[in-house]
């Protein structure tokens, strides 16, 4: 994911009908759109506050004031990552490999990725603090880098090897959280659990407190952390960019959150998380696809309400 510059994150809240936006004052319940087919939809992200989800035959552009805009595509399209810093930036990646770009909001795309295998992309992200960083995971394979956008490619890692063996990457993100090396983490989500490299890509590790070292040093104990339960695939990672440590995580069990980069979780709601999205300006604005459908949270994931009045354009 791509950082934009700090701002105070803004609190834009949408409620049923006209989905007309009010005062700031306010903390108000989520929509959940219920579109026809909407387990169909594979891939959903954000263009500043609108909401972006791709069907099998549409993408959906979803505004703020309830109206859907429906652009044709003939893509088969696993996931879809923005760029919070340019507005109508988009990467995706397809069911049988490869990438295409958008530039302007999703209504056109162009190949990108020459030079990755043809293996799957299993997982992709946009780097914090580098508008130019994107990194992929492929089946099989492990991380590449790009540092132009997408268009040329990079090896950086083998995959994960945990619990005896190697597993694919299904989730990333990038957390603009200085590691003890000085640089950048990346977080991988997996079918056995959470865990992360720096940016120097030396060695796959355990998310731990950012004071245990000194902890270990002093001879202190740090109490056990809270770990995501132990069993099921992160299936998704997201965050707003200007806060690294609210990490939210996708499982079947429901949505997770992080408030401490990712050493403790809690559960936030319950419901299958097959997609997940943060708007980059505001960390508690969520798209989600829960239960096969299409959701969205204002207050961070713990309410979420479902409306059908749209109006197409």
């Given amino acids: 994911m791509f950082i934009n510059q700090p701002r105070g994150p803004s609190r834009r809240h949408v409620l049923g009908g006209g989905l007309a936006g009010l005062g700031a004052m306010l ?10 087919d909407t387990t ?13 989800a791709f069907t099998d035959q549409e993408l959906l552009r979803i505004s703020t004031a309830g ?8 893509l088969s399209v696993t996931a879809l990552s923005n760029h919070p810093a340019s507005s109508g930036t988009f990467l995706a990646t397809l069911k049988d490999g490869g990438l295409r ?22 997982a992709l992200t946009m780097a914090a603090l580098d508008a ?12 590449w880098r790009s540092k132009d956008t997408g268009d040329t490619w990079e090896f950086v890692m083998d995959r994960p090897y945990l619990d005896g063996a190697e597993h694919d990457v299904l989730s990333l993100v990038s957390v603009g959280n200085p590691s003890g090396m000085g640089g950048f983490w990346l977080y991988a989500g997996t079918q056995a659990g959470l865990t992360r490299v720096p940016d120097c890509f030396c060695r796959w590790q355990d998310v731990t407190a950012g004071d245990a070292m000194d902890a270990l040093a002093a001879g202190e104990t740090l109490p056990p952390p809270k770990p995501l339960p132990a069993g099921e695939a992160i299936v998704a990672l997201a965050l707003a960019p200007d806060a690294p440590k609210r990490i939210y995580a996708g499982l079947i069990s429901g949505l997770w959150v992080s408030t401490d980069a990712g050493v403790n ?21 969520l798209a989600a696809i829960r239960d096969g459908d299409l959701s969205i949270s204002g207050d961070g994931g713990m309410t979420w309400t479902s409306t059908t009045n749209f109006k197409e354009i």
């Fill in 27 to 36: 903390i108000l319940p989520s929509i959940t759109f219920a579109i026809p």
């Fill in 40 to 52: 169909l939809i594979r891939a959903i992200s954000f263009d500043g506050d609108t909401v972006v």
């Fill in 67 to 74: 109206k859907v805009e429906r652009v044709p595509h003939a």
């Fill in 101 to 122: 770009r958008s530039l302007d909001g999703g209504r056109t795309w162009a190949n990108v990725g020459f030079g990755l295998p043809a293996n799957q992309i299993t």
């Fill in 132 to 143: 130019n960083l994107i990194y992929a995971a492929l089946a099989e394979d492990g991380i």
């Fill in 265 to 285: 979780w809690s559960l936030v709601s319950s419901g299958a998380i097959s997609a997940l999205a943060v708007n980059s300006s505001d960390p508690l604005h």
